[in-house]
């Protein structure tokens, strides 16, 4: 399903779509439409709905590590 993803991801299925929804709301803390730099850190002050699609595509399709969207759901070390 996500290996699917990652490769078509113009062609989610709508219960991704909510997901995807479902987690820029809950990082969205203050319900205002963006998240901003206190609620994610990606180098841009804040993030609307349409540039976290995007970030969101990438987390699923980048191989680069240095692409923003890798880091939707935080930082992580290996
Ligand atoms: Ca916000």
Known sequence: MWDDYSKQPES??????QYLRFMFELEDASGDGSI???????????????????LWQQFFTSENPEDPGNYIFGKTKF
């Not at 989610?12 to 779509?17: D, P």
């Not at 609620?39 to 540039?51: A, I, L, M």
């Open 36 to 54: 901003d730099i206190d609620e994610f850190t990606s180098g841009k002050n804040e993030v609307n709905y349409e540039q976290f699609v995007d």
């Open 12 to 17: 989610a299925l709508e219960w991704q779509n």
